[in-house]
């Protein structure tokens, strides 16, 4: 009962939000002089239409998700690390590097490549880690900073480094590095299964495990938690590195999988997209996945959309931020004292029952 | 190094250290208030595109920086109606802004302008002299030959100086900041200066974003703001929520920026972007010896409601 | 007299129970009139209402003869309502100086005039005997001091009603009379004052007439000279004050379960330190820590569990030293804690019932398969369930987050969490602060009961009552120190209150 009642809440926010999000879209289309539902069709036919659009759909998803599970992992510690990007970056970037420098091929260059690209995440989240429980630091300004620094360092190899004759970008990984597909007529790779993998496994740690539970029980209130033995800085600093890390893992992966090289303005705002998806997946790591291939069914359709009806890509963009606007006004409006009262009138047989307990 | 190499340098850490200012200011009235804004890339954004058109219909850089302060008020009132009305966290707000505005920015653009459009330009705001003083050597050329806004900003650094130290205005809108609770048993507004204090953080915002497409660079593009917005939360802290610390805060980094943008130019055989690193790594630096514990407002961050029952 | 206030039938409904019911008082001029109540009688959800926090339900307020809606704190002040709460309304970063003209309407300008507003602030408090130092940052200066200030900061605001709340709670005895001294002043003055208290000695000392509340009505009100402790006890209660219910065991014979020596933290700290404290806690007995709070017994309890450390002294649970003072090296070594603050300290309120119930035992075999490599869901909320109803815990469901529980229902949570790990020293911190006498009968039978189970229990609290009720031996605790030991059975409660106060 008290579960339903609290898992009500948690579906009904997003749910309304991506509704109110879709109605302000459709205005918005019709505005541009579109017929908003065709233009809607065109959206959902461009992600979802056939088995390329869907395995499109799929590997944009990819390093959505991978940010996004970043994003959710430290926020259930606490602690907000907005450096996704800036992970996600360095571990494309570094994975780059190891395998083409090293010259690796095949399996154990992609192996070489995802174990790196995971380590190079996992000490870029470390750092605004450290600063924050040793020098009390403000995390989200110190993670962001790494964000610039993260991309200024990729366009050093790019255009300085190791680049492509005289475009700015690096050369292609070797063809033996590039992961495969799943299934040969679907487009998505195995990239794509590594990120629902480190989502899976993300779930099960955080609500199946000891650690996973004390870990939320950090994030949910950390003196409690000093109060009753929980190693809080310990917790606090580990958050970091594995959001980090699975940042990196999703760069390297991501790097493998579709993209391939690095290039100008790879990357940019997945960490923040990152944040949103998971604030809006109300920081369940499944719920996150869904929200993020959600978020990159908006991207691909919106690009067939602009093809068939005219309206730009960027009300696809305006679409999400006002999914995530609505979202969390709305998350905290469920919390306000007067919303329980409201819905206790609206219940109120429930509600008496509960307040006479 | 010649004294004009030494000037220029000067002359663009101003130029650079202005929009910078704006921004920084921006957050120094909305965190002592109690309200941090992380918003502030967002809402400098919504104002450079409000600038930049503005500008470029009327061909007054003037009405394109009201516009840039009215936009940023507009988009902040969504910050604050869900931060002070719903108790949003501050944090994950700032965040939903930085998603929303930018959208809204570029939606425009592209809208109005065309897709692939490109670039359009418009006429900067001119420089004023002053007359006499201009013509001091060296310091007349570093301090009395600038455009309008960057007078604007250091009156407002002298102004902010004066509101927060010796007014009653400013005493009572640091209460808010610092503990609501007790202010609201004086009688002090604490909700109306919290609204207060979006509506001056978005203008400042907005302004700031402003003077980046009507005073700095002639065009709008995307990603303008270029952290200026983050580096602004830095200065905050950094200028310790003083008015002259953020003042020094702000020319400090923009120092950081005009130095880096000379030493690409000097081509000495390291790749340009370690040069361009050196403002993100600076902050990053500053905030480290600094340190940002048990500074700033109490109660900043934190939500306010009026019954706690 | 003249009379100043009159509160007419005022009723407070809050979520199905009333808070305030149907409340009638009045103040005249230059009076002092006492609330008295235990906790949760009413007293603060009343002056909430007289300040214009709460709005009530029903019933009418006139103040000067006028009826009055006070919609706001402000609108009280502008009306000369001042209140001075027990947490300080005072804004640290700020000077004496600052907060006492803060929202000042007094007089015009833009500008602060330092100078004439000095001179005013000064006159008055000469006039009060009102000693404070204006440039001194608030947290430079004493509690006793920071008092003084909130009265001058209301009289300034033109309080002619002050509101005192529990003014001689967080006070040392000098100041104490010192309070006691400046309440005769504004009242020779022709100020009127009411003030919230639960201490005999000084509801006798400074009222005119007293009102006695009970269970959110008033029960009567009385002059001060027709009353006397012991009636109005009885009324405050509703029964006689009896000796206590629980019989004591004066001689434990138990092993030694924790032993400080000569303990120090934050020495020079009168009231957040310890300066050398030596206690001994044995199996099957409870040692009860009285004093006013601020005395140290904070960072007693956090000591004995580990959440700080001492700086010098010895510490020893079952006689062996601990060196690394960590809370998980306590709770290993079966030490369990009720920490003063349940909702910061004790409990994940947004975490249900059954988490917070397993949140020390998610590695054990009982919960987790492999070390808390699996956590045994089922297993979790049979045994919340059990808990819920062995401690009476009333819930619609475990799964309900603790936050949504009352006060008395979260700290059942507490006790039971704490209690069922079978500790061998359990700390209790103010364990009834906040609850109904239902709740706190409750908690108390459940510490009897595992004190007879051979559990050594260390008892802080402010609440003497709780403390003679509850304690086979009694320390008193003063400025970081113990004043003296008593017995339990018994209790010279003259002497131990004298101790309580320094002497």
Known sequence: MEKLRKSLTTFLVPLLSILLAFLIGAIIMAGLGANPLTAMYALFKGAFGTSASVGTTLNKAVPLIFTSLCACFAYKCGVYNLGGEGQFLMGATTGFCVVHCLGLTGLPGILAALVTGTIA?????????????????????????????????????????????????????????????????????????????????????????????KLRAVGLNMTASRFNGFPVKRYILISFIVSGAIAGLGGASDLLGTQYRLINGYGSGYGFDGVAIALIGQLHPIATIIVAIFFAALRVGSTSMQVSTGVPTSVSDIIQALVIVFSVAGMALTKLPEFEAFRLRLFSKKGKEEVNA | ?????????????????????????????????GMVNIGLEGLATVGALAGFMLTYLTGNTWLGILCGALAGILINMIYAYATVTLCANHTVYGM???????????????????????????????????????????????????????????????????????????????????????????????????????????????IGGAYLTTCYSTTYTEGIV????????????????????????????????????????????????????????????VLTVVGSRKAGPQANGKPYRKEER | MEELLRMEHISKQFAGFYANRDICLT??????????????????????????????????????????????????????????????????????????????????????DRDARRAEIEALAGRYGLDVELDKLITEISVGAQQRVEILKALYHGAELLILDEPSAALTDIEVEGLFAIIQKLTEEGKSIISISHKMREVLRISDRITVLRAGEVVTTVKRNETDAQKLANLMIGHELAGSQYEKKTKSDGQTVLKLNEVKYHEHSKHNGLAGVSIEVKAGEIVGIAGVDGNGQTQLAQVVTGVISPEQGALEIKGEKISVSDPSAFIGRNVSHVPEDRNLQGLIGDMPISDNLILKLTDSAQFSRGKGMFLKKKEIRSYAENLTEKYDIRCTSVEQDVRSLSGGNQQKVILARELESEPELLVAAHPTRGLDIGATRFVHDQMIAARDRGVGILLISADFDEILEMSDRILVMFEGQIMGEFSGENPPVEEISLAMTGR
């Not at chain 1, 989502?199 to 650690?211: P, Q, R, V």
């Not at chain 2, 190094?1 to 929009?19: C, D, E, G, K």
């Not at chain 2, 005493?171 to 207060?196: D, M, Q, S």
């Open chain 2, 226 to 285: 270029s952290g200026r917005g983050f580096i602004a939360l830095a200065a905050v802290i950094f200028g310790r929520w003083t008015g002259g610390g953020v003042l020094l805060a702000c020319l400090f980094f923009g120092f950081c920026d005009a130095l880096q943008i000379r030493l690409q130019v000097l081509n000495i055989g390291i790749p340009y972007q370690f040069f361009q690193m050196i403002p993100y790594v600076a902050t990053i630096l």
């Open chain 1, 121 to 213: 995440g996992g000490i870029w989240g470390m750092l605004p880690g450290i600063l924050k429980i040793t020098r009390g630091l403000n995390e989200m300004i110190i993670s962001i900073m790494l964000n610039y620094v993260a991309t200024l360092f990729m366009g050093v190899i790019y255009t300085s480094w190791i680049r492509d004759a005289n475009m700015p970008q690096t050369p292609s990984v070797d063809d033996s590095l590039k992961l495969g597909r799943v299934i040969s007529d679907m487009r998505f790779t195995w990239a794509l299964i590594i990120a629902l993998a480190v989502g899976l496994i993300l779930y099960y740690f955080l609500y199946w495990t000891s650690s996973g539970f």
């Open chain 2, 1 to 33: 190094m010649s004294i004009s190499f030494v000037t220029n340098l000067i002359l663009a850490a101003i130029r650079m250290a202005v929009p910078l200012l704006f921004i920084a200011l921006a957050e120094l009235y909305s965190e002592r208030a």
């Open chain 2, 96 to 206: 939903a802004i930085n998603l929303l505005a930018p959208a809204l920015a570029s939606f425009i653009y592209r809208v109005y302008f065309g897709e692939g459009s490109s670039l359009m330009q418009i006429t900067l705001m001119q420089g004023i002299g002053i007359p006499v003083l201009k013509d001091i050597p060296f310091l007349g050329t570093l301090l009395f030959n600038q455009t309008p806004m960057v007078y604007l900003a250091v009156a407002l650094v002298i102004f902010t100086g004066i509101f927060f130290g010796k007014s009653k205005a400013g005493l009572n809108y640091k209460a808010v900041g610092e503990y609501p609770k007790a202010a609201a048993t004086l009688g002090i507004p604490v909700i109306r200066t919290k609204y207060l204090s979006c509506v001056i953080c978005g203008a400042l915002a907005g």
């Open chain 3, 27 to 112: 103040v005249n001029r230059g009076e002092v009139l006492t609330l008295l109540g235990e906790n949760g009688a009413g007293k603060s959800t009343l002056m909430n209402i007289l300040i214009g926090l709460y709005q009530p339900t029903e019933g009418k307020i006139f103040f000067k003869g006028k009826e009055e809606r006070i919609e706001s704190p402000g609108q009280a002040v502008r009306l000369g309502i001042g209140m001075v709460h027990q947490h300080f309304m005072l804004v640290e970063a700020m000077t004496v100086f600052e907060n006492i003209i803060l929202g000042d309407k007094n007089s015009g300008g833009i500008f602060i």
